[in-house]
T-cell receptor, first 117, second 111 residues
Framework: AQKITQTQPGMFVQEKEAVTLDCTYD???????LFWYKQPSSGEMIFLIY??????QNATEGRYSLNFQKARKSANLVISASQLGDSAMYFC??????????????FGTGTRLKVLA | DGGITQSPKYLFRKEGQNVTLSCEQN?????MYWYRQDPGQGLRLIYY???????QKGDIAEGYSVSREKKESFPLTVTSAQKNPTAFYLC??????????FGQGTRLTVV
C-alpha cells in the first residue's frame, strides 16, 4: 500500500539557520507527485513545493527546496534561513493514482517545527 | 477570488445526531476530497470524488456519507454511526496534476 513516513515528530532550529525535514514514501506507481504543505496553528494548509516523479532536477521555491532521491524513495524538505514565521506543522504528501486516473493524496503524520529566536 | 469555502467553522453535535459539513469550490476543479485530522496527527482520507455523481471511499469512510450532485459542491455528513467524530475536517480540490487546494476547515465537537 502507498505510504508516507515522516519520522521526526518535532524539530527545533535556530533562526536564520537551515533545517531539513525528512520524508520517505512507498508506492508501486511509476508516475506520482510529491508535495509539502505547511499548517500553522490556524489550521489552514499552505502548499509549499511540488516534485514530479519524472523531474530530474530538485524543485525549489524561494527558501524551500526539495531534496528528491528517487532510488531511496525520499523527498526531504529543506528550509533555508529559517524565520520565526516558519514555526508550524509540516506535512509531506504524495499524489498517487496517476496511472489509473483515480487521483488521491495521502499524507504523512507531520513534523512540528519550532524556530528559536 | 477563487477558492474553497467550508462552513461552518465550528460545529457542535449532540450524541446520536447527524450533521452535515459544507464544502463549496469555485475553482472549476473536477476532483474533491474530505480529510479528517485528529490533534497532532496527519490527514486521513474519508471520501473523494473525481467527477460529478461519482465518489469513492477513502481509508476511514465508516460513519460518513457524501454526495456530489454539482461540480462545485461536496458535502460531508457525519452520521450517528461515527462513534468518535470530534476532529478537524478539511475539504480539498484539485485539477489534473495540480496540488490540492484546501478550505479553512471545520472543527467538529461532540457535546
Amino acid at each position: 500500500a502507498q505510504k508516507i513516513t515522516q519520522t521526526q515528530p518535532g524539530m527545533f532550529v535556530q533562526e536564520k539557520e537551515a533545517v531539513t525535514l525528512d520524508c520517505t514514501y512507498d508506492t508501486s506507481d511509476q508516475s506520482y507527485g510529491l508535495f509539502w504543505y505547511k499548517q500553522p496553528s490556524s489550521g489552514e494548509m499552505i502548499f509549499l513545493i511540488y516534485q514530479g516523479s519524472y523531474d530530474e532536477q530538485n524543485a525549489t521555491e524561494g527558501r524551500y527546496s526539495l531534496n528528491f532521491q528517487k532510488a531511496r524513495k525520499s523527498a526531504n524538505l529543506v528550509i533555508s534561513a529559517s524565520q520565526l514565521g516558519d514555526s508550524a506543522m509540516y506535512f509531506c504528501a504524495m499524489r498517487e493514482g496517476l496511472t489509473s486516473g483515480t487521483y488521491k493524496y495521502i499524507f504523512g503524520t507531520g513534523t512540528r517545527l519550532k524556530v528559536l529566536a | 477570488d477563487g477558492g474553497i469555502t467550508q462552513s461552518p467553522k465550528y460545529l457542535f453535535r449532540k450524541e446520536g445526531q447527524n450533521v452535515t459539513l459544507s464544502c463549496e469550490q469555485n475553482l472549476n476543479h473536477d476532483a474533491m476530497y474530505w480529510y479528517r485530522q485528529d490533534p497532532g496527527q496527519g490527514l486521513r482520507l474519508i471520501y473523494y470524488s473525481q467527477i460529478v455523481n461519482d465518489f469513492q471511499k477513502g481509508d476511514i469512510a465508516e460513519g460518513y456519507s457524501v454526495s456530489r450532485e454539482k461540480k462545485e459542491s461536496f458535502p460531508l455528513t457525519v452520521t450517528s454511526a461515527q462513534k468518535n467524530p470530534t476532529a478537524f475536517y478539511l475539504c480539498a480540490s484539485s485539477q489534473g496534476h495540480s496540488e490540492a487546494f484546501f478550505g479553512q476547515g471545520t472543527r467538529l465537537t461532540v457535546v
